[in-house]
Every structure is written in structure tokens, then in C-alpha cells.
């Protein structure tokens, strides 16, 4: 099994250090840059279960790692050349714009606000998911509209925080809001008694939930309050590394689409379907043209999966958590997964 584990406590700080001046990035390619390093920084959360975790022996896990592992992938044909920084939600951003990680790869809302003005960009959604509420189950509520006057806890500085101001300012309801540093600190907060609900992602409720000291006790409300379009970050000064991003997720994608696995993987390679020979580079040099090898899509597929083994692996059936895809989806099954053509 391929271990990652995350930095030391010393290169947290160190990222945290960097202060409120933004450093201008360096002359030299992202991609040039990781190479030099021998190895990919990649910008975690500080533990969301199924999205990227460290296990009991200190190996990251999840969805969003497993992107990761797909750079470290195409750049050096070996995923366990990934690196994870653990990052508080107030904190994430900084470290991307600061040169501190290459890719932002945790749980992160695309917004205007974000990407404008920033220095930032989103590359493309590899998760749909909306904002809810999570209450005990003895308390027999039933619509968010019933936490009129409750207690919420909230992650500070995310759009979960403000979606929580609009919705209750909309709907003329009162309440009084609990923030803390990181999603870990609210959960405990929650879980302790310390607020009536909780309220984020509903992909995090769902994983977080399980951390709880009696789960059973805690459920769900039905309404979704918000767009939460997830997905990975990179500083916009590098249109090539952006371009390597956000076409890692398509390949995944679309090796799913195409029924391309890590078991068949080697079956698919004397396929003759055209769209699958442009993919694994048979024919076409578009890894190449983004600076890789040709067989860069065969590199995510070999060591990574295409997008559905991982979503099952980490958050769907073959997981714990146990999400329905949902809008995650392919297109082709009623989903929003989409990507677009290799051609």
C-alpha cells in the first residue's frame, strides 16, 4: 500500500510564519520547480474523512489526496512523491498564494471572490456539493427553518460562514454563530453541547458525523442552502501548471467514461477505440504539449484510478462513508461529471 505522510509540525509553522506579505512567486515553472524538489506539495486539510486524512500510522487518505498522488503520478511515475501540508480553512489560501504549496487540493469552494483578485484559480469541480445542517435527533427537528434563535457552529473564514448570514438574513430568522479555526475544533464543539447545530458541506456532515462520540444520535436536515462547486486551486502566474491540473481531473474522468480501469488498464492499451488511443497516448502527443510524457494518462490510471475507483474507494460504496454519487455522477448516468474531449 502507498504511504503519504504529511509534513513535520516545524513546516506548518513555517507556512504560518510567512505573515500577511504575500511573496511574489519565483521566475521558474511550478512544474520545473517540483522536479527540482523531487516531490509535490499539495495543500491538505487538517482531517476531513473519504477527502484526505492521515490514518492511525500517519498515511494520507482520500478523495482529494488521491488527486495529489495523480500530479506526483504523471511527474515523476511514482505517487509516494507527494507531499500533504495540514491547513486550518483560514490559512489555505495563504499557503497557495505564498508559494508555500503548488495545488490546493482540500475541500475548497469556487468563488468570484476568490478568484478574483487573489492571484488564484480554480481549476474544475471534481465534487458538487451544498451546504447543510447537522442537530441531534432527540431535539425532533425537522426544516432548518426550525434553528430560529439556535446556536450554530461554523468553520471561520469560509463560504459556509457566510451562507449561514444570507440564508437566515433571508428568511428572517434569528441566531447566534459559534466560529472556530478548524473543522475538527467544530465538530467537538458540536459534539459536546457547546451549539444546537452544525453546519457545512454536506459531503463533510456526512464524514464528520462519524467521528462523533454516538452518531446514531445525529441527523441530518434534508435542505441544501447553498453551491458548494469543490475542486483544486494553483496560483494563476503559470498557465502551463494550470493547464496540468485541471486536465489531470479530465483524464480521470474520462478514463472512467470510457471504462478504462487500473485492472484493465494494460487490455485498454491495444484498444482501438480512437478516443481511448488519444487518451493513453497511443496516438497524439498532448501529454507532451502540457510538458509531461505521453504517457502521462497512463501513469494516473496505473497508479491512481480513474475518477469512479476513486470516489468508491474513499467516499462511496467501497468506503465507510458510503456517499451516493449523486451529481458526481458521470454525465452519461444523469450526473454533471464532465469532460471535455480528448481531441
Partial sequence: MISFRSVSAA??????????????????????????????????????????QPDNAGVWRGFDTDFCRALAAIIFDDPMKAQFLPLASKDRLIALQT????????????????????????????????????????????????????????SQGTTN????????RTNGLTYQVVTFGSLDEVAKAYDSGRCDAYTTDMSQLATNRLLLKTPEDHVVLPEVISKEPLGPWVRKADPQWFDIVRWTLFAMISAEELGITQANLEQQLKSENPEVKRLLGVTGNYGETLGLTRDWAVRIIRHVGNYGESFDRNLGAGSRVGLPRGPNQLWTRGGLQYSPPFR
Avoid at 481549476?123 to 426544516?143: C, E, H, W
Avoid at 460562514?161 to 437566515?168: H, P, Q
Fill in 161 to 168: 460562514e457566510l451562507n449561514l448570514a444570507d440564508y437566515f
Fill in 11 to 52: 513546516a506548518v509553522a513555517l507556512v504560518m510564519g510567512a505573515g500577511a506579505a504575500l511573496a511574489q512567486a519565483p521566475a521558474s515553472s511550478t512544474l520545473q520547480r517540483i522536479k527540482e524538489r523531487g516531490h509535490i506539495m499539495c495543500g491538505a486539510s487538517q482531517g476531513v474523512p473519504g477527502f484526505s
Fill in 99 to 154: 508559494g508555500n504549496i503548488d495545488v490546493l487540493s482540500r475541500t475548497t469552494t469556487w468563488s468570484i471572490s476568490r478568484e478574483i483578485g487573489q492571484g488564484l484559480a480554480f481549476t474544475a469541480i471534481n465534487y458538487y456539493d451544498g451546504q447543510g445542517f447537522m442537530v441531534r435527533r432527540a431535539a425532533n427537528l425537522k426544516s432548518v427553518r426550525d434553528l430560529n434563535g439556535a446556536t450554530i457552529c461554523v
